[in-house]
């Protein structure tokens, strides 16, 4: 058994939910957020045997996109005298999907 640590942008999750869902394959869903945005994901554990892993990757590659998002900088230049200069958003790109994959050693449904 193998267990599948599948975390998807927040943008992502219903859509990743539901085919998975579709495909016959069971997920616990955990909220979680990233350091660099702060921004809302969603955590997928999938316990499958290992020749499911690639089917399971697949559906999830094929639910998550990556888009560009701006968001806030913060200024780094400037001085007391001239005052700070305004930040500027940055462009970063997000979405998609970062998968771990790990050996169970015990798996129960009760």
Not at 18 to 24: D, F, I, N, V, Y
Not at 66 to 87: E, I, L, W
């Amino acid at each position: 058994m193998k267990l599948i640590f599948a975390v998807v942008n927040g943008d992502d999750s219903a859509a990743v939910s539901k085919a998975l869902s579709k495909h016959g394959f069971r997920a616990t869903k955990l909220a979680s957020s990233g350091s660099f945005l702060s921004s809302g994901n969603t955590t997928f554990l999938i316990c499958v045997e290992e020749d499911q892993i690639d089917a399971v990757i697949d559906v999830i590659q094929q639910k998550c996109h990556h888009r560009k998002q701006f968001v806030p900088s913060t200024p780094t230049y400037g001085s007391p005298v001239s005052g700070t200069v305004p930040a500027m958003p940055l462009e970063v790109a997000v979405g998609g999907a970062t998968i771990f994959v790990t050996n169970i050693e015990r798996f129960e449904k009760l």
